[in-house]
């Protein structure tokens, strides 16, 4: 009842203000005074913190804030596992434990990588999840689809796991069978919490796009027992990670099938590098480079069978938002006639609009790209991709 966003939390803090400064207007002894103005003031902090919560939609329950301060929610191992499957009658392992090799098989397997971009010279973190159909004996010859999943500024790549429930929301559309099983992967976009690059190649700078679209998919691909990147992989994101979203999947079509834009945006604003207190151009001033990388000029350069296939959602009090992504999506439905819009009712630029957006977005792109796994795994599949290589990602 007592969650961070619920408003009888609100009203207990009220009224706890009001008491608390009632007592330091009767108080006689200072201390008692000075003891009701402290907690007074701690009661009011924790109201302004709550309804900043609330009004952007971040926590929702208590164990999500304790899981995303402490990082318990994203416990994983370190470095790609060894699967061993089933063989005959003995049972299978991971990492030579029988018990996770079970717990896996039903809930799935999270790991944090340390990926270094060879072309981007760039090393961040990457949360993976494998969905619990990588260690079932029926898909030890397919190889999975993937999805990358880009978050926000500001923002980490937990947020995926802590705030948005991906891995939880993508288990349960498995269990209910509305969703199919593919790889989620989950970057660092930008490498800093005040750093903000667009998943763009800053002229002089970080190399994100080359980081993020060629290094990323390319180390995964090696490493895992995934489709090589091209129509089996997808990427999503919400707000920057839905520009990030939009214009790599149409700066590079060939590496991507399938993209999902959650309030995003489609021109490109100006980047915030690690230790610079002003907004710097990302394109060094490059016209070219600009019209490049704006998704609302791309899609118009591209043949229609070369754009990737798009999903696009926004929440209907986000005006701005929903304009310009009504504005892409009349551009797309001249390629793409049945391009899905999601707007939803009352949604703001918000946690609560993304958690809401993500099933329906999960369950479209799993589907298109399980039909691409279907088609490639009909081919026999390389020797080394039948299970996952022991040994870190980079």
Not at 194 to 218: E, F, K, N, R
Not at 262 to 290: E, K
Not at 378 to 391: E, H, W
Request: proline share 8%.
């Amino acid at each position: 009842m007592l969650e961070p966003q619920s408003t009888a939390l609100f009203v207990l803090l009220v009224v706890v203000f009001g008491a608390l400064t009632w007592r330091i207007a009767v108080a006689r002894k200072v201390v008692f005074r000075v003891l009701a103005a402290c907690l007074a003031f701690v009661a009011a902090m924790a109201f302004g913190v709550l309804a900043v919560n609330k009004y952007y939609g971040y926590y929702q329950t208590w164990s999500a804030m304790i899981a995303d301060v402490t990082q318990q929610g994203v416990a994983a191992a370190s470095g790609v596992p060894h699967v061993n499957p089933a063989s005959g009658s003995k049972s299978g392992t991971l990492d030579g434990n029988r018990d996770v090799f079970k717990v896996a098989q039903q809930q799935g397997y999270l790991m944090r990588l340390v990926v270094t971009g060879p072309r981007s010279h760039i090393t961040r973190a990457v949360y993976v999840f494998l969905p619990p159909q990588y260690f079932q004996a029926a898909y030890r010859a397919y190889r999975f689809p993937v999805i990358e999943l880009i978050h926000g500024q500001p923002g980490q790549p937990q947020d995926w796991i802590t705030v948005m429930g991906a891995t939880d929301t993508f288990n349960r559309l498995l269990a209910d069978k509305v969703a199919q099983p593919a790889v989620l992967v989950m970057p660092d976009a930008n490498g800093g919490h005040q750093v903000s690059l667009q998943c763009l190649d800053q002229v002089g700078g970080p190399q994100d796009l080359t980081y993020l679209a060629v290094d990323l998919p390319t180390q995964i691909a090696r490493s895992l027992r995934v489709l090589p990147p091209g129509p089996g992989w997808g990427l999503a994101g919400y707000s920057e990670g839905g520009f990030c979203a939009a214009n790599m999947a149409l700066r590079y079509p060939h590496r991507y099938g399938y993209a999902g834009v959650l309030s995003g945006y489609f021109t490109p604003d100006n980047n915030q590098l690690s230790g610079s207190g002003r907004p710097v151009s990302p394109f060094g001033g490059s016209t070219t480079l600009r019209m490049q990388n704006t998704p609302l000029d791309e899609i118009q350069n591209l043949p229609v069978s070369a754009v990737p296939r798009f999903w696009l959602g926004a929440g209907t009090a986000d005006r701005q938002v929903v304009a310009d992504t009504e504005a892409f999506w009349r551009e797309l439905r001249q390629r793409q006639d049945d391009a899905p819009l999601t707007l939803t009712p009352g949604g703001g630029h918000t946690m609560t609009t993304w958690r809401a957006q993500l099933p329906p977005m999960l369950t479209w792109m799993t589907q298109g790209l399980a039909r691409v796994a279907q088609q490639e795994t009909a081919v026999p599949p390389r020797t080394n991709a039948v299970v996952a290589a022991k040994g870190p990602a980079a």
